[in-house]
């Protein structure tokens, strides 16, 4: 399985960037995705889940009402980022989690699979 994550760059505080998660060898929409980010310094922190097959999602508190994640395309998901933050700066990898669905609460324990990381920076 590889994930590739793209769409990540630099960004003015209140800006949006819309990050993409695809895949080959399994079918995103048979399992459920998620996004991670990891700052500087910092230890790796789920961000959204989506279980492709029913659509749930699930957002960590500090993204609620800023990101959206969805299911695009056979084998994409993105993750729409509005309102960003300096403190949204940081490596975004996407995950394939193939025996865990998503769950309230969800931790960087769950995924089978990583992608490589795209970073996002958010400065004026």
């Known amino acids: 399985v590889q994930l590739q994550a793209s769409g990540g760059g630099l960004v003015q505080p209140g800006g949006s960037l819309r990050l993409s998660c695809s895949a080959s060898?399994?079918?995103?929409?048979?399992?459920?995705v998620g996004w991670f980010r990891q700052a500087p310094g910092m230890q790796r922190e789920a961000v959204s889940c989506i279980n492709a097959n029913d659509g749930t999602t699930y957002y960590a508190d500090s993204v609620k009402g800023r990101f959206t994640i969805s299911s695009d395309a056979k084998n994409t998901v993105s993750l729409q980022m509005s309102s960003l933050k300096e403190e949204d700066t940081a490596v975004y990898y996407c995950s394939l989690h193939t025996d865990i669905g998503c769950y309230p609460g969800f931790t960087i324990y769950d995924p089978d699979y990583w992608g490589q990381g795209t970073l996002v920076t958010v400065s004026s």
């Open positions: 060898g399994y079918t995103l929409v048979d399992y459920a």
